[in-house]
């Protein structure tokens, strides 16, 4: 291995934590700073410039005229619905139950249904070891719910929505990028791209809370920031770095996403919720070690091959 290539991927190592970063602060900065809008407007928002940064991005380094190609796809257009409902179910269960619980809730069903969802299209079988960490997953979920004073029956379901939208993105964003050969960013582009068209009604009828600096500048943080700059490093990762790694590193947004919400917001969490936190990312932790280990087998194999 080179020193150029080591020196790439410790940079794309670092670009998905400062994603990471990025992505736990979104439901936290709008529960703290106690802004009016519904979540239906925050999550448009939210997909509305991230989406105008991430095409304008992806066109200017790719070419727009791929970009343009790839909103021909019927698969591209589901995905930017998926990634509309995604923004404004995770807003509406986390403004619920919590940024703690819809965080872990909706990061810990979405590995259960893109595996069902990639078994279905065959982007690939579900293995033993992702039945074993799906389990756990749903074992920490249950003591974090069983344990929480909250009892909010709607918020759970809309953070399972959004753990299944996220599955719909993401596997169908991997199944595209195979059969065209094409980055994951140039993918993502023309997705949020889509998704800035479909959200700009919502924008526009939902947006009269937005009458201060403050509120423009959280918006503006929360579309370029944390979707559009988060990812951009995001895709830098996916580019150097194995699958398996990446979902390994992405356990540091539930994480930050649970401290931010016990520290900062004062989101209750006794020590059994504590335990389910603990179960959560474990299971995670083992799909993504596990699986960054098949990946790098299987280089091996081919390299000798």
Known sequence: MTSTSSRGKRLAVVSVLLACVLFSTSGTSRAYLDFPGSSISVGAWRVFLGGIGLATFAGLKYGFAGIFRLVKEPTVWVMAFAVLAFQVSFFFGAARIGVAMGTLGALATAPFFAGLLGWIVGTGKPTKVWVVSTLLGVVGL??????????????????????VMYAIFTVFGVRLARAHNISGTQVLGAVFGIGAVLSLPIVLFTSSWINSGLYVGFVLYIGLGTTALGYILFGNGLTHLSPGTVSTLTLAEPVLATFLGVFILSEPMNFMGWIGCATIIAALALLGIVESGSKSKDLQERAHA
């Open 142 to 163: 249950a003591l974090i719910t069983g344990v929480t004073e909250v009892r909010d029956s709607l918020g759970f379901l809309a953070v399972f929505i959004s753990g």
